[in-house]
């Protein structure tokens, strides 16, 4: 594996666990012997009691765009540079994304070492959050996966909007209780109903202590204030997905392609316009002054906003892996965050 520079800033607007300011960058060169040096890079998980790699890596693409064998060169260069969390969903490929996720906790024996995201609600089999389905669910994943228990167990609201919240989290208390859920995190949730959740919590059922929302630097708008508010006061970890927005901010794609597109052609294509093309500048700029490339600044961004705990990016090859980790070195100064803020307007 080639090794890859790294820029710093010298002014800052994160706040950073200190085990993630005196540790040595996961992206410097990787010893042939002994531990990958961004094992020492980790931050806590909001209330779960764990500790992660903030980048958490997503196979969304894994059994779609991304064969067996390629994911799993994707996975274990992740687990090279100090990755320790990595998050699916029941409804990526079908479960085949689960299927080649499990495949490799098992023949790397890394289980134990991996935190295990899986997002449930979506699979066509079992779609919802109703009392039913949502352990037909967990307990389809946990087959897939080939493993006995998800560390994070997101729910997500967006595949589900009649079931009533003390509903899913007395299944979800079930779940907790049985072994087969460590911790609980929410998709499409709204600000009301994390309330909602809390009071609920304070009578005995499991507590929220994550948060999925779409989230990047031509998004910031997304992510309303009063959903912020809450997440905020109530402590949670927020690991914002499509931090990349589709790959766009990985600045591979600048024009549009000719003819038909493809799904992500088109999420790609949407962001092809003179915001677009400002914000990408930026990123150029800043990353040529950095020495790292423009989806390391888009997660350097992302990682320098004070509520977010770890973004959950997607990678299509090793290279992309290795490029999304030098983010987390990277610290802005206010000035380049200034200047993004400025382009994505």
Known sequence: MGTFGVGTATETTSTVAPAMVDASHPSAPIPVQGRPLGDSV??????TGRRIFPLILGAAEFGWNVDL?????????????????VHTADSYSGGRSEHIVGQWMRSRGL????????????HPDNPGLGPVN??????????RLGTDR????????????????EDTLATAEWLVESGKARAIGAVG?????????????????????????????????EFDDDLRLVAGAQSMAVTPS????????????????????????????????????????????IGADLGVP???????????????????????????????????????SRAQLSEIARAAE
Request: hydrophobic share 45%; glycine share 8%.
């Open 242 to 285: 499509h931090a990349l927005e589709h790959g766009f901010l990985a600045g591979r794609h600048r024009t549009r392609a000719r003819g038909s597109l493809s799904v992500r052609g088109l999420q790609i294509a949407a962001n092809i316009n003179r915001r677009g093309s400002r914000t990408l500048r930026a990123l150029d700029t």
């Open 189 to 221: 949730y709204s600000a009301e109903q994390l309330v909602e959740a809390r009071i609920l919590a304070s009578a005995g059922y499991p507590r929220i202590t994550v948060l999925d929302v779409p989230f990047n630097v031509v998004r910031r708008h």
């Open 134 to 143: 949502l352990v037909r669910s967990v307990e389809a994943s946990l087959t």
């Open 42 to 47: 980790r931050v806590a998980l909001g209330e």
């Open 294 to 332: 423009d989806a390391a600044v888009a997660v350097a961004w992302l990682l320098a906003q004070r509520i977010v705990t770890a973004p959950i990016v997607n990678a299509f090859a090793s290279q992309h892996v290795e490029e999304l980790v030098q983010g987390v070195g990277v610290r802005l």
């Open 111 to 122: 289980r134990d070492d991996i935190l295990l995201a899986v997002r449930v609600g979506g």
């Open 69 to 85: 064998e390629s994911s799993h060169e994707i996975l274990d260069t992740y687990a090279e540079l100090g990755g320790n969390a």
């Open 150 to 165: 998800i560390d994070l167990l997101y729910l997500d609201a967006t595949t589900d909007r009649s079931t009533s919240m």
